[in-house]
């Protein structure tokens, strides 16, 4: 039986739709949630990113303003920006895409950000939060990733969770929402040895490894959940996650297909954090 399709589209949208009701409220005291979006250089999949995360946030009634930089921007431009944005009272969102033009500093300008603002969950401090089990920003693609596990109603606590990459971005905050979920997490990368092996004793496993289809039919056992967080160009244009999904959907028991599975959840998750860090950064919330 083939597996069943995790419409991340349509459960962005009910995600989307929920915060409205945050929004009206804020306004209605004068507030509207406000993204500063920096974009540096003109790598084309980062406009597209860009742009459907601003869409994202004018439909749900927020508030974003794009600053654009060359390609050769020096660092210490970047960083004024953002100490600027971190100062301004209308900016309750502070949204730095990657990658970074090669000259600048990533890590440092990263931590730049006020953690407050800090709505991709990237700061040390809210990713200290995470590790520690304490309150903070959560990545969006973990916490939409967990969103949609729990939409499908897919069984964690005591479950074998296997995470396929270790960036700071996905793999690691990813095993620890695991973790609190109660699941059994493993962590591989591309350089794990006898992928497979571990791979087929998933009861879910989350490809965020950045090769395109990696994770084969023969890597997965019947009934597996699996999450595919990869985006990857291939030569002919198209896009492919990290996973064969056409191979691997017919043994699985659910599946994430790209485009159309993570991504949107990932942009609808940056709208719930902004909206978030508006409340809490007026009296307390909405």
Known sequence: ??????????????VRAA???????????????????????DNPASRVYVRNKVRACEETGLRSEMHEFAANVEESVLLARIARLNGDARVHGILVQLPLPRQVNAARVLAAVSPAK????????????????????????????????????????GRHAVVVGRSNIVGKPMALLLLQKDATVTICHSKTAHLG????????????????????QDMVKPGVCVIDVGMNRLADGS??????????????????????????????MLV???????????????
């Open 19 to 41: 915060a409205r009701p945050q929004v009206e409220r804020l306004a209605k005291r004068g507030v509207q949630p406000g993204l500063a979006v920096m974009l540096a250089g």
């Open 272 to 286: 719930t954090n902004t909206v978030r860090a508006a409340a809490q950064s007026n009296a307390g919330g909405a």
């Open 118 to 157: 800090d709505v991709d969950g990237f700061h040390t401090e809210n990713l200290g939060a995470l590790v520690s089990g304490q309150p903070g920003v959560v990545p969006c693609t973990p916490a939409g990733v967990l969103r949609m596990l729990e939409h499908e109603q897919v069984p964690l606590a």
């Open 197 to 216: 092996e571990i791979t087929r004793q998933a009861d879910v496993l989350v490809a965020a490894v950045g090769i395109a289809k990696l994770i084969k």
């Open 239 to 268: 896009l492919a996650g990290d996973v064969d999904f056409e191979a691997v959907k017919a043994v699985a028991g659910w599946i994430t297909p790209v485009p159309g599975g993570v991504g949107p959840m990932t942009v609808a």
């Open 1 to 14: 039986m083939a597996a069943k399709i995790i419409d991340g589209k349509s459960l962005a949208a009910a």
